[in-house]
């Protein structure tokens, strides 16, 4: 075939031409690709068994699998420890809480039962409410207070927003829109609501993303990462909100089985600093968390600095 039809059957069929181009990756080398104008990484071992990547990548970035998870919390029964460390500016412990908890589910209702709980400092004040929003964040998601009726596991219709709320209820609001849907927009955060969208032209100037294979406590996953890129310059790196986010994916179902990330940004009277790791199980056929490790700083506007760690362990779902 002279060179003329080499070259016009590659424009007019580039994607047989993109196919053909797996048998020429060398082994152990990274595979380039762009898709939908961004850049991503595939390992070889996505290549090499010619995996659907593009389609691969689309769900990735549209999962709801992981806000799921917790909302399938609503309709379950299970019990939980729960263990909040607050710290002073020198990181000695300032505060604290423990309990063990059981979520109890009747007539479409929820409600906490208590069987254990010891406090340290001023964690609660002396009505039993938080002193901490670090606190009070983790209660809205584990906890209850009182009963909580009508509730269901559906995720369309039940997006974060801020629209509405003020004060605490909005930090409150950000923060979960941190825990669980990071790499999206958070509006209402001066400097840095736009900087979170992994997604858009921009972010792909400042952030690696990478695809991998492997297993994970015996069963095949995917794994997405992305990384800040190493040769941002100083303008960039001010940019950076993501200091690192990995996902792993059940290679059959693509749910979230576990997922790690550091996100830090400082702008004036707002900043943080926190990293999260999150561990699934299943409770029957729904996807539950099974452990949420944190460990932030932050400071926002109208709230005092707080520093503080908690695990949540979750178990005896039923």
């Given at each position: 075939?002279?060179?003329?039809?080499?070259?016009?059957?590659?424009?007019?069929?580039?994607?047989?031409?993109?196919?053909?181009?797996?048998?020429?990756?060398?082994?152990?080398?990274?595979?380039?690709?762009?898709?939908?104008?961004?850049?991503?990484?595939?390992?070889?071992?996505?290549?090499?068994?010619?995996?659907?990547?593009?389609?691969?990548?689309?769900?990735?970035?549209?999962?709801?699998?992981?806000?799921?998870?917790?909302?399938?919390?609503?309709?379950?029964?299970?019990?939980?420890?729960?263990?909040?460390?607050?710290?002073?500016?020198?990181?000695?412990?300032?505060?604290?809480?423990?309990?063990?908890?059981?979520?109890?589910?009747?007539?479409?209702?929820?409600?906490?039962?208590?069987?254990?709980?010891?406090?340290?400092?001023?964690?609660?004040?002396?009505?039993?409410?938080?002193?901490?929003?670090?606190?009070?964040?983790?209660?809205?998601?584990?906890?209850?207070?009182?009963?909580?009726?009508?509730?269901?596991?559906?995720?369309?219709?039940?997006?974060?927003?801020?629209?509405?709320?003020?004060?605490?209820?909005?930090?409150?609001?950000?923060?979960?829109?941190?825990?669980?849907?990071?790499?999206?927009?958070?509006?209402?955060?001066?400097?840095?609501?736009?900087?979170?969208d992994l997604y858009d032209e921009d972010a792909h100037k400042l952030y690696n993303y990478t695809l991998d294979y492997d297993t994970?406590?015996?069963?095949?996953?995917?794994?997405?990462?992305?990384?800040?890129?190493?040769?941002?310059?100083?303008?960039?790196?001010?940019?950076?909100?993501?200091?690192?986010?990995?996902?792993?994916?059940?290679?059959?179902?693509?749910?979230?089985?576990?997922?790690?990330?550091?996100?830090?940004?400082?702008?004036?009277?707002?900043?943080?600093?926190?990293?999260?790791?999150?561990?699934?199980?299943?409770?029957?056929?729904?996807?539950?968390?099974?452990?949420?490790?944190?460990?932030?700083?932050?400071?926002?506007?109208?709230?005092?600095?707080?520093?503080?760690?908690?695990?949540?362990?979750?178990?005896?779902?039923?």
């Amino acid at each position: 075939m002279s060179l003329k039809y080499v070259f016009l059957f590659s424009i007019l069929f580039p994607v047989a031409l993109f196919a053909q181009k797996d048998s020429f990756i060398v082994e152990g080398k990274d595979t380039t690709i762009i898709i939908d104008k961004g850049t991503f990484t595939l390992k070889p071992v996505i290549v090499r068994n010619h995996m659907d990547y593009a389609s691969l990548l689309r769900r990735i970035q549209n999962d709801t699998t992981f806000y799921k998870a917790f909302r399938n919390l609503h309709v379950l029964e299970f019990s939980s420890l729960n263990n909040i460390r607050m710290f002073d500016k020198k990181y000695n412990l300032e505060a604290s809480y423990y309990s063990k908890t059981k979520q109890h589910r009747e007539n479409g209702c929820r409600s906490t039962e208590t069987v254990e709980q010891k406090t340290t400092g001023v964690f609660l004040d002396a009505g039993g409410n938080y002193n901490y929003l670090t606190g009070e964040m983790y209660a809205s998601i584990f906890l209850t207070k009182g009963k909580i009726c009508g509730e269901d596991n559906v995720v369309a219709g039940h997006e974060f927003s801020t629209a509405g709320k003020s004060g605490t209820e909005k930090h409150k609001e950000q923060l979960k829109m941190l825990f669980f849907d990071p790499g999206k927009k958070i509006p209402g955060i001066p400097f840095i609501g736009n900087k979170l969208d992994l997604y858009d032209e921009d972010a792909h100037k400042l952030y690696n993303y990478t695809l991998d294979y492997d297993t994970h406590n015996g069963e095949y996953v995917y794994i997405f990462s992305v990384k800040p890129k190493d040769d941002l310059g100083f303008f960039q790196r001010n940019d950076i909100v993501v200091d690192e986010m990995t996902t792993l994916f059940d290679a059959k179902t693509m749910e979230v089985v576990g997922r790690t990330y550091s996100l830090s940004y400082k702008a004036g009277l707002y900043d943080f600093d926190v990293k999260i790791e999150v561990e699934m199980t299943h409770a029957g056929n729904l996807l539950v968390p099974r452990t949420m490790r944190y460990k932030g700083n932050f400071s926002a506007i109208t709230k005092k600095r707080e520093r503080g760690e908690f695990t949540a362990t979750l178990f005896d779902f039923k």
